[in-house]
Nanobody, 125 residues
Framework: VQLQASGGGMVQAGDSLRLSCAAS????????LGWFRRTPEKEREFVAT????????VYADSVKGRFTISRDNAKKMVYLQMNSLKPEDTAVYYC???????????????????WGQGTLVTVSS
């Protein structure tokens, strides 16, 4: 299983950015697919995820209404559209996948088995 995240960059507060995650070696519909981020204060902060099967999405309160997770099973891609970016969104963003995570643990990074390499998002004020 390989996950490759891309799309990070430097933007100003209020701007938008879309992150992409290319997956290989898995059938996306069988996995929960999500995004986490790392900041100096938090090692692995939950951002957003699809449940296994892709039927539902879950968002961290801090990004609700601003970020949207989407997926294309045929292309094996997962996206994170980030709008109205804030300086506190500055982080390294990782995509992650899990074939075993249950709904109540979707925000727990320890339940994800596969991780991409991370892409840096920097938001200036």
């Amino acid at each position: 299983v390989q996950l490759q995240a891309s799309g990070g960059g430097m933007v100003q507060a209020g701007d938008s950015l879309r992150l992409s995650c290319a997956a290989s070696g898995i059938t996306l519909s069988r996995y929960a697919l999500g995004w986490f981020r790392r900041t100096p204060e938090k090692e692995r902060e939950f951002v957003a995820t699809f449940t296994r099967g892709g039927g539902n999405t879950v968002y961290a309160d801090s990004v609700k209404g601003r970020f949207t997770i989407s997926r294309d099973n045929a292309k094996k891609m997962v996206y994170l559209q980030m709008n109205s970016l804030k300086p506190e969104d500055t982080a390294v963003y990782y995509c992650a996948a899990s074939s075993r995570v249950i709904y109540s643990s979707l925000s727990d990074s320890r339940c994800y088995d596969h991780w991409g390499q991370g892409t840096l998002v920097t938001v200036s004020s």
